[in-house]
């Protein structure tokens, strides 16, 4: 079929949150997210539109949200029915799914997500072109969410394994993880869905002088939504904790939107309330300002893709530990990194780091120069070569 770039309607659909007032008008953190996903897609098509679930709250709520839809994101939502309660929500939400699909001319199906097995199955209907981007692994998400979670992990396994497998064209976020996990025999590319901004040659610079000069408090900072049990900031600090009890001088900021109640009962009830910060819902240049002042980067995840946090966390030369979930890995020396959930693992990592200042200034400088790998203008480069290949093959002159 014959049709230009400037006829072309591209649908993105992935399982995200949204949130609705009761004037109709839809609100969200991640506005530098959307924004830089709505020019990703515009290499395909001049027309991008979003579905996401849509959640009805007060108009308080939203208060340090932007609209949308005021800033040229144009959503769809669709009911959330992912619970027994709201189950009843499911035909309708596929129906508009389906509706939307049969309208666009490009499909991009961000999995897991449930919504965007539905657009799949559509766009297969209605013989539209698709991408597949693999971003998560369905299984560890739902094993660690909650116990009840892990009554559907297998399913969300073994229905994320069916989509990418049947899908004509996949990105996968990681190197190696998910493409074992979730396997798919056509045309494929692995490019990280990580935003750098262009790095200044100065940062590593500041940053090394900022490591040499340590004397006895160390700042540590994790990016993460607060209110996702397997984000994993819980294990931090009951680490902390046990750090400062032996003397260490601790400061924690957590950053990422959501409900921070369960974090600060934590927090207090461990006895570190004062050395915890939560810094909220940050923008990008206020999430790289806050890398700057950062020394140690922690990114205690039960489930993991290929972290964009800890890529940003490199690009700032900050010296990073993890989580052996998922794709962080492919990012880290193995001396940083430590088995899900165990607390001592992570204090014998930081204690090591402290009381090393030439391990501090080595991984620094690791890591600043393995983000150099995920360069805006490389990724998009990839990412652009492999557009090419699926407009041509499905948009015949």
Known sequence: ?????????????????????????????????????RERYFYLGSDVKFIHFGISVDKTYVSNMINLRENGIDVIPVKYYLTPQN???????????????????????RVPSFISYFAQEAAIKYHKPYLIEVVACAWDAFWNYANLAKLVAPFALYRC?????????????????LQNRYPNTKKTSAISDVILPEIPDDVIKKKIDRLSSIKDKFVITTLAAVDVLYKGQHIVIKAIADLI?????????????????????????????????????LTAD???????????YVHPSFTEGLPRAVVEA????????????????????????????????????????FQDKHLLIRQSITNFEHAKKFKHTFLEQKRRSFYDEFISNNFKA
């Open 245 to 281: 009890k032996s003397g260490y001088h601790v400061e924690y900021h957590i950053a990422g939107s959501g409900d921070r109640t369960r974090l600060k009962n934590i927090a207090e009830r461990f006895g570190v309330v004062n050395q915890v910060i939560f810094e909220g819902m």
């Open 314 to 353: 490199m690009s700032r030369g900050c010296v990073c530990i993890g989580s052996r979930a998922g794709g962080i890995p492919e990012l880290l020396d193995d001396i940083c990194l430590f088995d899900t959930g165990r607390v001592k693992q992570i204090i014998r990592i930081l204690e090591k780091l």
């Open 161 to 177: 394994k069916k989509s990418v497998a049947k899908a004509e064209y996949a990105i996968y976020v990681s190197n190696k993880f």
């Open 87 to 109: 189950y009843k929500y499911r035909k309708e939400t596929k129906k508009i799914i389906y509706e939307a699909v049969c309208q666009c001319d490009i499909l991009i199906a």
């Open 286 to 296: 206020q999430v790289f300002e806050l890398l700057d002042n950062t020394d140690i």
């Open 1 to 37: 079929m014959k049709k230009e770039w400037k006829d072309r309607k591209v649908l993105y659909v992935h399982g995200s949150k949204r949130f609705i007032t009761s004037d109709g008008e839809i609100y969200g953190f991640d506005k530098d997210v959307l924004f830089a996903l």
